[in-house]
Antibody, heavy 119, light 113 residues
C-alpha cells in the first residue's frame, strides 16, 4: 500500500534552515509528481510546492518562493523540501502528498512533520 | 489568484441527517481542457487530509457513497446524505484549474449536535 513518511521537522530560529524529507513506498515514485502542503497550528491547508515526476519542473507558492526548494531523488524514492530564511509564519505541519494528477491535489498524504520557527 | 470561500464555516449536524457544504470560487473553474478541477478533502481530528472527491463529482476509492459532489462554474456543493459519527472533521474545497497555486477554501468544521 502507498506510504509517505515525512521527517526532518523540529525547532529552528528565525532566519535558520531545515530540510524535510518524505520517504515514499508502495507505488512507482519516479512516475508521479509530488506536493508539499502545510498547515499552521489551528489553521487551514496551504499548498507550498510541487515537483514533476522527473524533477524537470517545480512550482512554488509566492509565500515561499526564493526561500524554499523542492527536490527529489528517484533512486531513493525520496522527496525533499529545503527551507531557508525561515520565518515565524512558516511554523506549521508539513505534509507531502502524491499527485495522481497535479490539478486534483494529492490522493495520498503522509502523517506530517511539525516545523516550529521560534527564538 | 483565485479565492475560494466556503459556507458555513461551522456545521453542527444530527446523526443520520443530511448535511451540505457550499464552496464558491472567485473565477470560473472550467479549464481550457473542458474539465473543472474542483476537489474536496476531509480532515478528521488529529489526522492527515484525505481526498474525497475530484473534478467536482468523482469519488475517490473507498469513499462511502453517502458523499457526493456537484456544481459548475463558480458554485459547488458537497453533500453527505446521512451523517455518521466518523464524518466529524473539517472539509476543504480546493481548486486546481488556475494553478499555480492550488488554492484551498478556509474549511468547514462538521461536528455532531
Amino acid at each position: 500500500q502507498v506510504q509517505l513518511v515525512e521527517s526532518g521537522g523540529g525547532v529552528v530560529q528565525p532566519g535558520g534552515s531545515l530540510r524535510l524529507s518524505c520517504a515514499a513506498s508502495g507505488f512507482i515514485f519516479s512516475t508521479y509528481g509530488m506536493h508539499w502542503v502545510r498547515q499552521a497550528p489551528g489553521k487551514g491547508l496551504e499548498w507550498v510546492a510541487f515537483i514533476r515526476y522527473d524533477g524537470s519542473n517545480k512550482y512554488y507558492a509566492d509565500s515561499v518562493k526564493g526561500r524554499f526548494t523542492i527536490s527529489r531523488d528517484n533512486s531513493k524514492n525520496t522527496l525533499y523540501l529545503q527551507m531557508n530564511s525561515l520565518r515565524a509564519e512558516d511554523t506549521a505541519v508539513y505534509y507531502c502528498a502524491k499527485a495522481s494528477g497535479v490539478l486534483i491535489g494529492g490522493d495520498y498524504w503522509g502523517q506530517g512533520t511539525l516545523v516550529t520557527v521560534s527564538s | 489568484d483565485v479565492v475560494m470561500t466556503q459556507s458555513p464555516l461551522s456545521l453542527p449536524v444530527t446523526l443520520g441527517q443530511p448535511a451540505s457544504i457550499s464552496c464558491r470560487s472567485s473565477q470560473s473553474l472550467v479549464h481550457s481542457d473542458g474539465n473543472t478541477y474542483l476537489n474536496w478533502f476531509q480532515q478528521r481530528p488529529g489526522q492527515s487530509p484525505r481526498r474525497l472527491i475530484y473534478k467536482v463529482s468523482n469519488r475517490d476509492s473507498g469513499v462511502p457513497d453517502r458523499f457526493s459532489g456537484s456544481g459548475s462554474g463558480t458554485d459547488f456543493t458537497l453533500k453527505i446524505s446521512r451523517v455518521e459519527a466518523e464524518d466529524v472533521g473539517v472539509y476543504y474545497c480546493m481548486q486546481g484549474t488556475h494553478w499555480p497555486p492550488l488554492a484551498f477554501g478556509p474549511g468547514t468544521k462538521v461536528d455532531i449536535k
